[in-house]
Nanobody
């Protein structure tokens, strides 16, 4: 299992920047995939960015070139630097950890509590 604690959300004007952080209760290298998702009311949760334990990174098309995901092994943390923010980036952002569960040969997802990001126009 893993517990996740997020920080860094807030209110920013369009064009501004925010940095979200997610601290895990175990080594991030023991977690298969860590990522950030976002969800607006009434909509499905969607992937923003993810990073595998081997360092492979994936971004949603809508954030490529603006968001950067990174790891901080010393703090068991994953960050996402969000630049050139747009009003449409307004959402609740959730940290995710995906672990492979060998007995069931399947993945288990763990989620943080969510942090609000609001971008004003």
């Amino acid at each position: 299992q893993v517990q996740l604690v997020e920080s860094g959300g807030g209110l920013v004007q369009a064009g501004g920047s925010l940095r979200l952080s997610c601290a895990a209760s175990r080594s991030i290298f023991s977690i298969n995939i860590m990522g950030w998702y976002r969800q607006a009311p009434g909509k499905q949760r969607e992937l923003v960015a993810s990073i595998n334990s081997d360092g492979r990174i994936n971004y949603a098309d809508s954030v490529k070139g603006r968001f950067t995901i990174s790891r901080d092994p010393a703090k068991n943390a994953v960050h996402v630097q969000m630049n050139s923010l747009k009003p449409e980036d307004t959402d609740v952002y959730y940290c995710n950890a995906r672990l492979f569960v060998r007995p069931t040969m399947s993945y288990a997802d763990y989620w943080g509590q969510g942090t609000q990001v609001t971008v004003s126009s």
